[in-house]
């Protein structure tokens, strides 16, 4: 089985040609992106706002610094416990990847970050 699968993947074409890859990301392209998740998105100067099952989602991109963040509000931050928040800053720290928690305008936000060229 594994002599299989490795004579499988060697037959793979080790690139794609310029037809099959999907175009660079860009902010438009983001945007019919986000229209396609939600019709009623609106496009802002540094990004999107959108909801997608009644849970609203910001994404800010930075071209310039090759970023791009969806964030989503978890809860109000106010009222979270001393253990709650050690969670959330452990998990910063030793757990999460490109996904953070945040803190901003009283609430706590989950935060995905990825660079915005290399978005597919």
Same mark, same amino acid.
């Given at each position: 089985m594994f002599r299989f699968l490795i004579i499988c993947l060697m037959s793979l074409p080790l690139a794609l040609s310029a037809q099959e890859r999907e175009p660079l990301m860009s902010p438009?392209?983001?945007? =019919?992106?986000?229209?396609a998740l939600d019709p009623? #998105? &609106?496009?802002?100067?540094?990004g999107i706002e959108m909801t997608i099952k009644n849970v609203p989602v910001l994404i800010v991109a930075d071209?310039?610094?090759n970023r791009m963040r969806a964030m989503v509000p978890i809860?109000?931050?106010?009222?979270?416990?001393?253990?709650?928040?050690e969670r959330?800053? =452990?998990a910063n720290f030793d757990t999460a990847l490109? #996904? &953070?928690?945040?803190l901003a305008n009283g609430?706590?936000?989950?935060?995905?970050?990825?660079?915005?060229?290399?978005l597919e």
């Open positions: 438009d392209r983001m945007f =019919q992106i986000a229209l009623e #998105a &609106r496009q802002q100067p540094n071209i310039v610094a809860r109000l931050a106010e009222g979270m416990t001393s253990e709650e928040l959330v800053l =452990q490109d #996904a &953070r928690y945040a609430l706590l936000w989950a935060v995905y970050i990825h660079p915005f060229a290399q």
